[in-house]
């Protein structure tokens, strides 16, 4: 195990088209965790996982955003009908249980570009 | 609320001089921690280092050293005898005990010159 794991590294996408997105934790961590990087800003909160349970969400998950992570491994965020303003880096993150105040292990994100 | 504020958006030095880069949070909460993570040009986050709010003592760990000053809401971050390797964008951060989002700081690029 290497680390975080994110898939694909870049994304270009047309106005309105969908994508998905998928993250591979650290095995052993039951918590994951999504954020959202634009230019020159720090990572903002998108939502959270312990194990299959997405336990919460950012106002800034709108409804054309979902993101689930059957069985409790992988992770995917979709986003539907996407617009110029989700241009962004789409970071996973995780960590064990027990150290939730430890720091996270980020995997190198998903660049996303909607033209 | 809780909020992290990182005034200095770019510092430049040059090598071998050491730089601090400020940090100053705001929660209402008594318990939380504080980190820093550290983005080298190759984009990945990296972990650097957790402080809980009960400890006030300071931190050294090689070139990095870490001032925690409850008094005055800062977390600040020093480099000794900078190295080019240290250039990235540093970020302070803030999360409440048992809370399960981290508030980031707008970051701080750090440019060490040759």
């Known amino acids: 195990d290497t680390g975080v794991s994110q898939d694909p590294r870049h994304k270009i996408t047309k106005r309105g088209q969908n994508v998905t997105f998928r993250c591979d934790p650290i095995?052993?961590?039951?918590?994951l965790y999504w954020y959202r990087q634009t230019l020159g800003q720090g990572p903002e909160f998108l939502t959270y996982f312990q194990n299959e349970a997405q336990l919460e969400k950012s106002r800034l998950l709108s409804d054309r955003f979902s993101a689930e992570r059957p069985k409790g491994s992988f992770s995917t965020l979709e986003i539907q009908r996407t617009e110029q303003g989700d241009s962004a880096m789409y970071l996973c993150?995780?960590?064990?249980?027990?150290?939730?105040?430890?720091?996270?292990?980020f995997g190198s994100g998903t660049r996303l570009t909607v033209v | 609320a809780q909020k992290v504020t990182q005034a200095q958006t770019e510092i430049s030095v040059v090598e071998k001089e050491d730089v601090t880069l400020d940090c100053v949070y705001e929660?209402?909460?008594?318990?939380?921690?504080l980190f820093w993570y550290k983005q080298p040009p190759s984009g990945e986050l990296v972990f650097l280092i957790r402080?809980?709010?009960?400890?006030?003592q300071n931190e050294i760990s090689g070139r990095y050293s870490w001032n925690f000053q409850k008094s005055t809401s800062s977390f600040n971050f020093t480099i000794t005898a900078s190295q080019v390797v240290d250039s990235a964008v540093y970020f302070c951060a803030l999360s409440e005990t048992g809370g399960f989002k981290t508030i980031f700081g707008a970051g701080t690029r750090l440019f060490v010159k040759a």
């Open positions: 095995s052993e961590h039951n918590r």
């Open positions: 993150a995780s960590r064990a249980l027990r150290t939730e105040n430890y720091g996270y292990t």
């Open positions: 402080r809980n709010s009960f400890d006030e």
């Open positions: 929660t209402r909460d008594t318990t939380y921690y």
